[in-house]
């Protein structure tokens, strides 16, 4: 009977995502109909944003918390140690395994515990053994933010219950995301769909909470979330082809409508967005401008009266662009041709803009010195003087004569 409710259960799911997604092949960003209060996607590579709305507004973020918390844990400790459950532990609200007090579980069943089945219990204990209490795990995560440049993200726990200062942007939780999926311990957590864990020496088998893990092509991981405050968050990390992003919904209404909103705004993201190798298109245009202007370039003062310039480029060298905004690309060069004496090697003399159309900047390479050139001394005056008094005399004898 209960393998039956199973595949009836699993068979539901999969009706509702092919229900959804049969809707979202087609979505362009302006036939969105997108239920969450705020979403982003972003490239892995370059954290370019891809399609977003109040990505930067502060909300509540559920237990899409967790990955600080998991990720924190894979750095600070020791995954095969074992840890007893407190009474804090077992008590806390929300999901949970029905922890007792005293049970005895390894630090990576406690990972899995967290990360798939969500289990709030295990987040405390994993906090609790990293950092001997709440408060200063807390401590920890803001640490963590603040050297990731998460300045619009505050822990105030390790589960993501709802408090007043506990809070992210869904921008910043895409980053966080990326960040952690960097760690290949923490990408496979989270990218197993099921797990037997050891519980006081028994086996415990649970599953992920990620509805799309399995169900959706491409999706490999991350995090689902639901309080009340926040209502229902989902991460997601989702590759096709040579396209790898991340899709964060926070505040949709029901389970139902964070799945499809991630499904359509990932459809949307792999149907219009392709990488481009923007630094060829930047290096093409400005050997073009420099074929043309080369000759301007004027050292005034200088020793040297040839000057050496290129453009250097982005370290990231290929970014997702709309497909349909290709057509708009325009590297605009902004470089001073009359320079004064000295100019030092590696320094900025103006710069490169990949643009679409005539305001969105996609990239800004730096148009460098590629040598030094010194600045005359008085020497080097008398002596360009007798040489062009020399060339004067000798020009008007060859005349005379």
């Given at each position: 009977?209960?393998?039956?409710?199973?595949?009836?259960?699993?068979?539901?799911?999969?009706?509702?995502?092919?229900?959804?997604?049969?809707?979202?092949?087609?979505?362009?960003?302006?036939?969105?109909?997108?239920?969450?209060?705020?979403?982003?996607?972003?490239?892995?590579?370059?954290?370019?944003?891809?399609?977003?709305?109040?990505?930067?507004?502060?909300?509540?973020?559920?237990?899409?918390?967790?990955?600080?918390?998991?990720?924190?844990?894979?750095?600070?400790?020791?995954?095969?140690?074992?840890?007893?459950?407190?009474?804090?532990?077992?008590?806390?609200?929300?999901?949970?395994?029905?922890?007792?007090?005293?049970?005895?579980?390894?630090?990576?069943?406690?990972?899995?515990?967290?990360?798939?089945?969500?289990?709030?219990?295990?987040?405390?204990?994993?906090?609790?053994?990293?950092?001997?209490?709440?408060?200063?795990?807390?401590?920890?995560?803001?640490?963590?933010?603040?050297?990731?440049?998460?300045?619009?993200?505050?822990?105030?726990?390790?589960?993501?219950?709802?408090?007043?200062?506990?809070?992210?942007?869904?921008?910043?939780?895409?980053?966080?995301?990326?960040?952690?999926?960097?760690?290949?311990?923490?990408?496979?957590?989270?990218?197993?769909?099921?797990?037997?864990?050891?519980?006081?020496?028994?086996?415990?088998?649970?599953?992920?909470?990620?509805?799309?893990?399995?169900?959706?092509?491409?999706?490999?991981?991350?995090?689902?979330?639901?309080?009340?405050?926040?209502?229902?968050?989902?991460?997601?990390?989702?590759?096709?082809?040579n396209l790898d992003v991340i899709c964060v919904v926070l505040g949709a209404d029901t389970k139902q409508f964070r799945s499809?909103?991630?499904?359509?705004?990932?459809?949307?993201?792999?149907?219009?967005?392709?990488?481009?190798?923007?630094?060829?298109?930047?290096?093409?245009?400005?050997?073009?401008?420099?074929?043309?202007?080369?000759?301007?370039?004027?050292?005034?003062?200088?020793?040297?009266?040839?000057?050496?310039?290129?453009?250097?480029?982005?370290?990231?060298?290929?970014?997702?662009?709309?497909?349909?905004?290709?057509?708009?690309?325009?590297?605009?060069?902004?470089?001073?041709?009359?320079?004064?004496?000295?100019?030092?090697?590696?320094?900025?003399?103006?710069?490169?803009?990949?643009?679409?159309?005539?305001?969105?900047?996609?990239?800004?390479?730096?148009?460098?010195?590629?040598?030094?050139?010194?600045?005359?001394?008085?020497?080097?005056?008398?002596?360009?003087?007798?040489?062009?008094?020399?060339?004067?005399?000798?020009?008007?004898?060859?005349?005379?004569?």
């Amino acid at each position: 009977m209960v393998m039956k409710r199973s595949i009836f259960k699993a068979f539901c799911v999969f009706f509702i995502l092919s229900f959804f997604l049969s809707f979202s092949v087609y979505a362009d960003s302006d036939s969105l109909s997108v239920n969450s209060r705020a979403y982003v996607v972003i490239d892995r590579n370059s954290n370019s944003v891809l399609i977003e709305k109040n990505s930067n507004k502060k909300r509540k973020m559920a237990s899409t918390t967790k990955i600080m918390t998991g990720i924190l844990v894979i750095e600070n400790s020791d995954l095969s140690e074992t840890v007893s459950i407190s009474s804090k532990a077992a008590h806390v609200g929300g999901s949970n395994l029905n922890f007792k007090v005293g049970d005895k579980i390894t630090v990576r069943d406690l990972l899995f515990a967290m990360l798939l089945k969500s289990a709030n219990g295990a987040a405390v204990a994993l906090a609790e053994h990293v950092s001997g209490s709440i408060e200063n795990f807390a401590d920890l995560m803001n640490q963590k933010a603040k050297n990731l440049n998460l300045s619009n993200t505050h822990f105030e726990n390790p589960h993501g219950l709802d408090s007043d200062n506990h809070y992210t942007t869904a921008y910043e939780l895409a980053l966080l995301a990326n960040y952690a999926m960097k760690n290949s311990t923490f990408a496979e957590i989270v990218g197993t769909k099921t797990y037997t864990l050891t519980l006081n020496g028994y086996p415990l088998t649970i599953s992920n909470t990620n509805e799309l893990l399995g169900n959706f092509d491409g999706v490999y991981g991350i995090k689902t979330g639901f309080t009340n405050g926040a209502n229902r968050c989902l991460v997601s990390c989702c590759k096709r082809g040579n396209l790898d992003v991340i899709c964060v919904v926070l505040g949709a209404d029901t389970k139902q409508f964070r799945s499809s909103d991630s499904m359509k705004l990932l459809n949307y993201s792999f149907n219009n967005f392709e990488l481009t190798d923007i630094s060829s298109i930047i290096k093409k245009e400005f050997e073009s401008w420099k074929l043309e202007n080369e000759n301007d370039f004027i050292v005034d003062k200088g020793l040297s009266k040839s000057f050496s310039f290129d453009v250097k480029l982005t370290e990231i060298s290929v970014l997702p662009l709309d497909k349909n905004k290709k057509s708009l690309l325009n590297v605009k060069i902004d470089c001073c041709t009359h320079l004064f004496a000295p100019v030092q090697a590696n320094s900025c003399i103006g710069n490169a803009v990949l643009m679409i159309g005539d305001e969105t900047v996609l990239a800004t390479c730096p148009i460098i010195a590629t040598e030094t050139v010194p600045k005359k001394n008085i020497l080097q005056y008398f002596y360009e003087f007798l040489k062009d008094y020399t060339y004067c005399i000798n020009t008007a004898f060859a005349n005379f004569s």
